[in-house]
């Protein structure tokens, strides 16, 4: 049996494609409201292929309890809180897991680790908690790091097909590891040492990071000259070995908003390019605040009531508002448009969670003058027709109505 504890984004949807495959699995987690909703059948977030995933697992037996359960193998996908002033995470959700699990465990237990952690965090914080507990780690427990490597939107693909790493002290465990993710992965698992493991998936989303970052500045560099980025990177990326990504209003996300601080507060004295990118990306909203603030005296607009936000998630077709460069635009929108308040409209997000929030399309059009494109729903991509009329500034170069504004 395989007890994974935390059923959030990435426990709940690892849980259903271990049961889904032939494992036997009890989902755990502290919420006891959570643990009621699945229990029902429910899942707690929306996600392409989720519901049908749950459905075979419960034919398959999953369970679900608050409780953790007495077996061979944890997987722990618990949260780890990002401190935005310090660039670090709290261990502390990892770290209790790790206790909780040593009060059931049997000896030999593996104890698997997915959740987001900086490179470091199981040698500085979780083996202190292991070995003081009286555990020989080795022989009483098994430490493992296994990231995680999907994207909201589409989870349930990449769990299928991405390749994964297993980072073990011991090859033998980390191949025992390997053999229980091949009962669904079928993408390449590598088996390397935990401190790689850890390390690797940072890598990952800083390497993305920097290309957004330098797709961001070229869009800055363009807008300061009256040059069109979009169409220098088109003509840029027919050329073989040439890739560059498309601009936006910023990063969000749990990863690649996230990861690069990991590196940049291990090493400042190195990792200059990462803290150069993550800064251009943070500066995003702010720049995009600019940009409206330059669309409204352009076209004569000075009611900022009449503006709307279309977006609060941090990428199209989720409800996963982490990071999200929207949120970051309405915490410093008074130093660049005060006097006003935004209308926002975001269909994935059914929830109020910000003010004059709408949850009519219709209704919200209707009561503003200017749409402000932050995410490329494709609700948004269906019924573009709609914008007809309205001043647009496109910062997800989705729209081509005449007039467009864009970054």
Same mark, same amino acid.
């Given at each position: ?53 749950? +459905? =075979? ?5 999953? &369970?679900?309890? %608050? ?7 944890? #997987? ?37 680790? =997915?959740? %987001?952690?900086?490179?470091? *965090? ?26 995680? &490597? ?41 088996? *390397? ?89 943070? +500066? ?8 409206? &603030?330059?669309? $409204? ?7 900022? +009531? &009449? ?5 609060? %998630? ?16 309405? =915490?410093? $929108? ?15 997000? *059914? ?32 019924? $573009? ?9 496109? *910062?997800?170069? #989705? ?9």
């Amino acid at each position: 049996m395989i007890n994974i504890i935390g059923l959030g984004y990435i426990g709940l949807p690892t849980a259903l494609m271990f049961a889904s495959h032939g494992c036997e699995v009890v989902g755990t987690d502290y919420n006891p409201q959570l643990i009621a909703t699945l229990n029902a059948g429910h899942a707690s977030f929306e996600e392409k292929g989720l519901d049908e995933l749950f +459905s =075979e697992a419960l034919k398959c037996g999953i &369970r679900f309890s %608050t409780e953790y359960q007495k077996t061979n193998m944890y #997987i722990v996908a618990v949260p780890t809180p990002y401190d935005k002033d310090s660039k670090k995470i709290d261990p502390s959700y990892v770290v209790n897991a790790v206790k909780s699990v040593m009060e059931v465990c049997p000896k030999g237990a593996v104890v698997v680790i =997915e959740s %987001t952690i900086s490179p470091g *965090t199981i040698d500085k914080f979780v083996r202190p908690v292991v070995e003081e507990a009286g555990f020989v780690i080795g022989r009483d427990l098994h430490l493992v790091h296994a990231p995680e &490597r999907i994207i909201p939107g589409n989870m349930v693909y990449e769990l299928l097909h991405n390749s994964r790493t297993i980072g073990a002290d011991e090859p033998e465990i980390g191949e025992q590891v390997k053999a229980a993710y091949a009962s669904f992965c079928q993408g390449e698992i590598v088996v *390397t040492d935990i401190r790689t493991a850890e390390m690797t998936k940072v890598v990952e989303n800083t390497y993305r990071d920097i290309n957004i970052a330098f797709a961001n500045e070229l869009a800055k560099i363009c807008r300061s000259d009256n040059m069109d980025v979009y169409e220098i990177i088109r003509i840029a990326n027919k050329h073989p070995r040439v890739n560059i990504l498309s601009p936006g209003p910023g990063v969000g996300g749990h990863c690649i908003s996230v990861d690069p601080w990991f590196l940049v507060g291990d090493y400042p004295m190195l990792a200059k390019m990462i803290l150069c990118a993550r800064t251009t990306n943070d +500066s995003m909203p702010e720049f995009v605040l600019g940009r409206i &603030r330059d669309v $409204m005296q352009q076209e004569g607009l000075t009611d900022l +009531s &009449r503006v709307g936000f279309y977006g609060l %998630t941090y990428k199209e077709n989720v409800d996963d508002v982490r990071e999200s460069p929207t949120l970051q635009m309405l =915490e410093s $929108m008074d130093r660049h448009l005060a006097g006003g308040q935004v209308k926002v409209y975001d269909p994935w997000v *059914t929830r109020d969670l910000v003010p004059n929030q709408y949850h009519d399309f219709d209704a919200f059009l209707s009561d503003v003058d200017m749409v402000v494109i932050l995410v490329g729903h494709s609700q948004l991509r269906e019924h $573009m027709d709609k914008l007809k009329g309205k001043v647009v500034l496109d *910062t997800r170069h #989705i729209c081509f109505l005449p007039g467009t504004h864009r970054l």
